[in-house]
Every structure is written in structure tokens, then in C-alpha cells.
């Protein structure tokens, strides 16, 4: 079964920067579009970054567009979100995702079959 786990989340001052990986498992990793979100409570889950099976293409949510960066390596089965000049307004939970697109960076929920179990970012001002 697909398996997603997800890891580097924390606690940081503002303007630091952290590393979130989502180690994929159970499924043919580079088969497919990964993308990153997050919620925070009493809130919906929003999209965060989005990458192609090849990483030739991206796709970002304006709020994160210039200071996240989206990557993977297919070889490890291992997407990553680069976050930096961070925001108390990015703490929330972050989950990977695994969309049924392969070409196309997806932006919306329903575009993804499998998630992760979230990972917490908290943002100290």
C-alpha cells in the first residue's frame, strides 16, 4: 500500500528556514506529480507547491511564491519542500501528497489520491 511520511517540521524564528521531506513507499514514485499543503486549524487545506513526475515543472501558491522551493529525487523516492524567510502566517500542519497526474503540477485536492500523516511547522514571531 502507498505510503507517505513526511519529516523535518519544527519550531522557528521568523526569516529561518526549514527542510520538509515526504519519503514515498508503495507506490512507482516517479510515476507521478507530488504536491505539498497545509492547514491550520478551523481552517480548509490549502496548496502549497506542486512538482511534475521529472521536476521539469512547478507550480506555487502566491503567499509561498520566492521563498518555498518544490524538489525531488526519484532515485531516493523523495520530495522535498526548501522553506526559507519564513512567516509566522506559514505555521500550520504541511502534508505530502501523491496526485493521479503525472505532467501537470496539481493545485487542487482532488487531484491527489494519497496523503501523508502531516508534519508541524510553527513560525515564532
Known amino acids: 500500500q502507498v505510503q507517505l511520511v513526511e519529516s523535518g517540521g519544527g519550531l522557528v524564528q521568523a526569516g529561518g528556514s526549514l527542510r520538509l521531506s515526504c519519503a514515498a513507499s508503495?507506490?512507482?514514485?516517479?510515476?507521478?506529480?507530488m504536491g505539498w499543503f497545509r492547514q491550520v486549524p478551523g481552517k480548509d487545506r490549502e496548496f502549497v507547491a506542486a512538482i511534475t513526475w521529472s521536476g521539469s515543472s512547478t507550480n506555487y501558491a502566491d503567499s509561498v511564491k520566492g521563498r518555498f522551493t518544490i524538489s525531488r529525487d526519484n532515485a531516493k523516492n523523495t520530495v522535498y519542500l526548501q522553506m526559507n524567510s519564513l512567516k509566522p502566517e506559514d505555521t500550520a500542519v504541511y502534508y505530502c501528497?501523491?496526485?493521479?497526474?503525472?505532467?501537470?503540477?496539481?493545485?487542487?485536492?482532488?487531484?491527489?489520491?494519497?496523503w501523508g500523516q502531516g508534519t508541524q511547522v510553527t513560525v515564532s514571531s
Open positions: 501528497a501523491q496526485s493521479w497526474r503525472s505532467t501537470v503540477p496539481a493545485r487542487r485536492e482532488n487531484e491527489y489520491d494519497y
Open positions: 508503495g507506490l512507482t514514485f516517479s510515476n507521478f506529480a
